[in-house]
């Protein structure tokens, strides 16, 4: 229910001046500071441009994520470092050098701390710490657990150690691996799932005869009974029952992940669990057989099959195990796996069942169980819900159960059960405990923070009282959801929250926090004295009526935080609330219809059926609705929400008034029985989600493939049908009285629901002197006398028009006022002391100065551009401001803000000799105008060459969005370039083709993201990584050719088709592969389902090119 948009790009280098060395070191010393975030001893943020970073003295943490895709090449840690957080390192794909102290510890604890460093083919130690290296592969002193294996490093076949008893997790990731060889010694091979599960080329695991725990069997790794690990690359397409060896019961998680042969699977009678996401990614998967035996099927296990035909599973009553039970039509065992998939069983029992909760294609095998007589049978009935996670067992709490950093427990890994938290932990971090299997929680006094999702989807949590110490839990998102077990909250006295009948609230008694998933009653009443639901916080798939009150103000952000529970029948409003009012059960405020129960039971409703006065339908309002199957909205709507209908499974047929004049992205997605959509407004074109790829994401995503639009000839409808490639019906020529009204631009039609309405108390949440949300109808507005803090999002998307702050303002948050189109004028008060660095004003297309009062300390504005005091950091530049003309960053300033200058209409934009640091490297780009870049000619840092932007050490930071020229050959760079940066050529409006120079190295993170009319990329030889989302959202690229047989592409290590996270043409439909055959193109292009075309045979390697480090900046 979310939606997002995407950013930026450009590069260049210098000669390194003789004469100005002295002043340049200089200033290198001064800006060394500035290159890291630092709090007490912890290394917070690398803030730096890459290339060797020396970390300071006295640095005791690197926090978690601190250097993550960051440039850097070689990194000097002192020996006063004791701690690397989870991903630290991650994705710094230019790295080749780190010397780890020996003052550091802890390091085998923490998650993908070098993770998707694909030129690091070797780890350095200092002598005498806890860390060893053995053959450049990186162990714990004692060699008993291997930490990390470099993902650059280059052997085709790797043998463990003898002594070494552990993998970590996600431990060895080698896309190059093709041979694992297990030791005797080794116990443990990872938590969750194989910690070199799903890697591209691995073909065989051996395991040492002497070995205990492990076994191997043609090549596939197990233990005494289960199956732990089917190689990515094994070929043979049929494993028939007899090919398992006896005794086999378990499948463990993910073993078949992203398996590219096999074809046809039969499992031996015996087997007893399928654990989650086995097949995932399959990409040749079509039959599966599942025997009588079977007790337990986890989630996901044929998600993303694309040639799925066929499973059988003989086990009569099992109900596989589903992620949600409220969306079951698309979170099942076949998500995004071949729509045309069928499960086969017998008829009747709980498997038939739940192919119809799903939605799924059912076949009966017929109602006798032939093969499975009276005893199979009663055994495959046996209870599964304890069945534990593969190789897990209940264990009483210990200190192995944690990984923590500081104050702060990032993971429990432990087996579940009663756990009880340390003491002295501040924080649990986001996912902390995320789909584990403990049944209570005892959380300390000293606990202040719970990260997002950190509870989610533990769904044997029955027992957990919040402690006094707790605060912020209203603003993370699904911290306990999916939680069927837990039935209530509890709280102790004296702190931040209450509870009132098992449900949660803020100390208040105004925002309900928490309903609890496993709350089983089937009506609820919300308490007078509430006035905010948090977002998503009723989730209970028991509630039939829910009761709103008369002090109610916000429902939700985005949408309805009730919205497409599977029950709910009817929602009442007390007569006395004046925000919301019920019609016949369902939600309205005082112009837009907010939420339809899912379970209402209507068949059909007509214009009539709708109050007078309704403009707006909101967001996801009939979403997942069971029964509608005509509908005729009234004339007078104008405005139709995203995801309007999604997932109505019974709809047939709509039709949509003249009056509409803007339909949001989805509207009728995956709406299966959908017929027909008539939509009167001739020139109306609804939004998509994805532009660029119309024939896939438009209103009709993945809804019944016979639909039909149909509207008047000729008009904007017609073209946008024939765009996504929908079947359109003529109605003929559009009335003139038609015509005229559709003309009206629709640019400013506001959010569901908002009018302009003078400002009074009922319009803002506030929670102590923090306003949490602003729910009026726009126009002028006056924030309260002693809100203190603006919260994140609080007057996002509104319908404001002039905001007056009070003098007791003193902090913005980020996003507060994002994408208020309206805004035009506002004053920051001389009491504010702090704005979020995010995007607070960003796409406000009317502001053009952002005001600040006499007397503040902290901020300026200089000619309606937003500073800090000191005119050091320029923070925002108003969006609607100078539009076609240009900007010169006055002198003085150093640095810039996040999104400071996004979205504007500037056509040239010089940065000042004293610019040296930017916020990251799409400061520039989304400005679709910008034609070029300038820089003053004594800056140290930068460099503009022919209006492209560099630094000096040869990266091209960002190539200007509006930029005329269509073609780029590998000549027409700078001879001096080096490197091309993160988001380069993002949202580049009229390049077609490029060449890329032989020497570059790297093509970074979204590098060419939102490049409209991009169409063909060559990259050159030098080219040995290219990073995920490289070449995303470009809906007319059609050719990419890579000339490294041997290059990383898009991580290389995920496979599962077109859902691969890291894919580097995301969204470029019609991009097609082009590569030498057996390179890694022609297998990345195998691995997420995209066209390839062979040039020619590889040429043979280089010796010497082979083992040449990659230097980057």
């Not at 499974?649 to 995956?670: D, G, N, W």
Request: net charge negative; with cysteine.
């Amino acid at each position: 229910m979310e939606r997002k948009a995407w950013n930026k790009l450009v590069a260049l280098l210098i000669s390194i001046v003789l004469v100005t060395g002295l002043c340049f070191t200089a200033f290198a010393e001064d800006a060394a500071e500035s290159e890291f975030t630092i709090e007490g001893k912890t290394l917070v943020k690398y803030n730096g441009r890459g290339g060797e970073v020396t970390v300071p003295e006295g640095i005791e943490v690197l926090g978690g994520e601190a250097f993550q895709s960051s440039d850097v090449t070689k990194v000097y840690l002192p020996e006063t470092v004791r701690e690397i957080g989870h991903h630290c390192f991650y994705s710094c794909s230019l790295l080749t050098e780190i010397t780890l102290p020996a003052s550091l510890e802890g390091l085998e604890n923490s998650t993908q701390a070098f993770g998707a460093n694909y030129a690091l083919e070797a780890f350095s130690v200092a002598e005498g710490g806890n860390y060893i290296t053995v053959d450049g592969v990186l162990f714990t002193a004692d060699g008993k657990t291997l930490v990390f294996y470099p993902e650059g490093k280059r052997d085709t076949e790797y043998s463990i150690p003898e002594g070494t008893e552990k993998l970590g997790e996600s431990s060895v990731k080698s896309s190059r691996l093709e041979t694992l060889n297990i030791p005797s010694t080794l116990k443990s091979v990872g938590r969750d799932y194989v910690a070199f599960v799903g890697l591209p080329n691995l073909r065989e695991i051996n395991v040492s005869p002497d070995n205990k725990t492990f076994r191997s069997i043609d090549g596939v790794l197990y233990t005494s009974d289960t199956l732990m690990c089917y190689p990515n690359a094994k070929q043979g397409k049929e494993l028939k029952a007899g090919d398992f060896p006896a005794g086999l019961k378990r499948i463990a998680h993910n073993s078949f992940w992203g398996n590219e042969y096999l074809e046809n699977v039969e499992f031996p009678e015996g087997l007893e669990y399928l654990g989650g996401k086995v097949f995932l990614g399959a990409r040749s998967l079509k039959t599966v057989v599942i025997p009588a035996s079977i007790k337990t099927i986890s989630y996901y296990t044929f998600a993303v099959c694309m040639e799925l035909e066929r499973v059988t599973i003989l086990n009569p009553d099992i109900q596989p195990e589903d992620i949600t039970v409220d969306n079951p039509k698309k979170y099942n065992i076949f998500w995004d796996a071949d729509k045309n998939a069928v499960l086969c069983g017998y008829a009747g029992g709980g498997l038939q069942r739940y192919a119809e909760k799903c939605g799924l294609n059912f076949e009966a095998l017929g109602t006798e169980l032939e093969i499975v007589d009276e005893i199979e049978a009663e055994s495959a009935m046996e209870t599964v819900q304890d069945i534990p996670e593969t190789g897990t067992k209940p264990a009483e709490t210990s200190e192995d159960d944690f990984v923590i950093e500081g104050k702060t427990l990032v993971q429990y890994v432990g087996a579940g059960g009663e756990v009880t938290v340390p003491e002295g932990i501040e924080k649990l971090a986001s996912e902390a405990f995320q789909d584990t299997a403990v049944t209570k929680v005892n959380l300390p006094e000293t606990l202040k923070t719970v990260g997002h999702h950190c509870f989610y989807e533990c769904r044997k949590l029955k027992e957990i009282t919040i402690p006094a110490s707790l605060e912020g839990l209203e603003n993370t998102t699904q911290a306990f959801g999916d939680n069927y077990a837990l039935e209530a909250f509890n709280v102790a006295e004296g702190g931040n929250y209450i509870t009132v009948d098992g449900v949660l609230f803020t100390a208040s008694g105004k925002t309900l926090v928490y309903y609890p998933t496993g709350k089983q009653d089937a009506e609820y009443s919300i308490p007078e004295g509430t006035e905010k639901l948090g977002e998503s916080c009723i989730d209970a798939s028991w509630l039939e009526t829910l009761n709103i009150p008369s002090t109610l103000k916000s429902a939700g952000r985005d949408y309805v935080a009730f919205v497409g529970l599977p029950n709910l029948r009817e929602i009442n409003v007390s007569p006395d609330n004046k925000v919301f009012r019920s019609v016949d059960g369902v939600l309205y405020n005082s112009d837009t219809l907010l939420c339809y129960p899912n379970e209402k039971r209507e068949k059909e409703l007509k214009a009539e059926d709708f109050p007078a006065g309704l403009k707006h339908i909101a967001h996801d309002s009939f979403w997942g609705n069971r029964h509608l199957e005509t509908l005729e909205l009234p004339e007078g709507l104008e405005y139709l929400g995203s995801k309007v209908f999604f997932g109505a499974q019974s709809l047939k047929t709509v039709v949509i008034p003249a009056s509409v004049k803007y339909i949001s992205s989805h509207a009728f997605a995956f709406c299966p029985a959908l017929e027909r959509v008539t939509i009167l407004n001739p020139d109306i074109q609804p939004q998509d989600m994805y532009d660029d790829e119309p024939e896939t994401y438009n209103i009709f995503w993945k809804a019944a493939k016979g639909a039909v639009l149909c509207g008047y000839a000729g008009g904007g409808l017609q073209a946008y049908a024939e765009r996504c490639g929908l079947n359109f019906e003529a109605l003929g020529t559009a009335p003139e009285t038609a015509a005229e009204s559709v003309k009206e631009t629709v640019q400013d039609i506001p959010e569901a629901g908002t009018a302009p309405a003078e400002s009074n108390e009922d319009d803002f949440i506030i929670e102590g002197k923090t306003l949490v949300e602003y729910v009026g109808k726009g126009g002028e507005v006056t924030v309260p006398e002693g809100v203190e803090v603006l919260a994140e999002w609080a007057f996002r998307n509104a319908r404001v028009t002039k905001v007056n702050l009070p003098e007791t303002l003193k902090e913005i948050e980020c996003y507060c006022f994002y994408q208020c189109r309206q805004l035009k004028e506002i004053t920051l008060p001389a009491s504010l002391e702090k704005i979020g660095t995010s995007q607070s004003f960003a796409y406000n297309g009317k502001l053009e100065e952002i005001k600040v009062a006499e007397g503040n300390e902290h901020f300026v504005s200089v000619d309606g551009v937003l500073f800090t005091s000191d005119r050091t950091k320029l923070l925002y530049y108003p969006t609607g401001k100078n539009w076609g003309g240009e900007y010169a960053i006055p002198e003085g300033t150093r640095t810039i803000g996040g999104s400071a200058v996004a979205g504007t209409g500037l056509t040239a934009i010089e940065l000042p000799s004293t610019f040296v640091r930017m916020y990251n490297g799409n400061d520039f780009a989304d400005n679709p105008e910008l034609k070029e870049i300038r820089v003053a000619e004594n800056n140290p840092v930068f460099r503009s060459v022919d209006g492209m932007l560099f630094d000096n050490s040869g990266t091209l930071i960002s190539y200007p969005a509006g930029r005329e020229q269509e073609t780029l050959e590998a000549n027409d760079f700078p001879a001096e370039m080096k490197a091309i940066g993160p988001y380069a050529f993002q949202f580049v409006q009229h390049l077609k083709n490029v060449e890329i120079p032989e020497g570059i190295k790297t093509i970074e993170w979204m590098c060419f993201t939102f490049s409209p009319s991009l169409e063909s990329v060559t990259l050159p030889a030098s080219v040995n990584n290219i990073a995920g989302y490289a070449f995303s959202l470009c809906p007319n690229l059609k050719k990419v050719t890579i000339l490294n047989p041997d290059a990383m592409i898009g991580g290389f290590s995920n496979g599962y088709g077109s859902a691969t996270d890291n894919n580097i043409f995301n969204h470029s439909p019609n991009a097609v592969l082009y590569g030498y055959e057996n390179s890694t193109s022609q297998k990345y292009a195998a691995q997420i389902n995209a066209p390839f075309e062979s040039i020619s045979e590889a040429p043979a390697e280089d010796p010497d090119a082979a083992s040449e480090p990659i230097t980057g900046k």
